[in-house]
């Protein structure tokens, strides 16, 4: 029989077998405590992502109506910095006059009454496109005014050409 009463044999196994069901114990409280972390995170994780969609979609309208302040700025700017073709119906033959003819009939605008802008006028009021102003191109825009064919431009046909750019505008 042995010395202490029971088998040491007997008694080692037996402790073995109660720290094993110990640590099967603590790993099920482990696994279960590891499985409520991750819910946990997950949640956060949830919670947190909406939070940040919540503040992008916040950016995202300030950057859109910020974008939209900007650009009714600068369409305003550009609004006031284009130049206005709309006559005086003065009679008198100037830059504006020239500039407003030029951006009508689609040439170069540079308020010069040359070349270029007397053939344009040439060919919209069917006189001969040769360049050079004189009395058959006066006649020609007269006719296709409707006024006085006299040759001479006058204040009568200024005015009425000026009246019809601004019709055009």
């Not at 206005?84 to 605008?109: A, C, F, K, M």
């Not at 006066?138 to 006299?150: C, R």
């Amino acid at each position: 029989m042995p010395l202490f009463g029971k088998n040491v044999k007997a008694q080692v196994a037996e402790k073995a077998e109660k720290v094993a069901e110990k640590a099967a114990e603590v790993k099920e409280e482990i696994k279960e405590e590891t499985t409520e972390v991750k819910a946990k995170i997950q949640s956060n994780d949830a919670a947190i992502k909406a939070k940040i969609e919540a503040n992008l979609a916040a950016a995202k309208a300030k950057a859109e109506e910020a974008e939209a302040k900007v650009e009714a700025k600068v369409e305003a700017a550009v609004e006031e910095l284009k130049p206005s073709y709309v006559l005086n119906v003065d009679g008198v033959w100037g830059p504006l006059t020239t500039r407003t003819t030029q951006h009508i009939l689609g040439v170069t605008e540079d308020g010069i009454l040359g070349p270029i802008t007397t053939k344009a006028i040439q060919t919209k009021v069917g006189a001969t496109a040769d360049g050079e102003w004189g009395p058959l191109t006066t006649k020609a825009m007269q006719t296709f005014l409707g006024v006085t064919v006299d040759g001479i431009k006058g204040p009568e046909t200024v005015k009425a050409w000026q009246t019809w750019c601004n019709n055009q505008l």
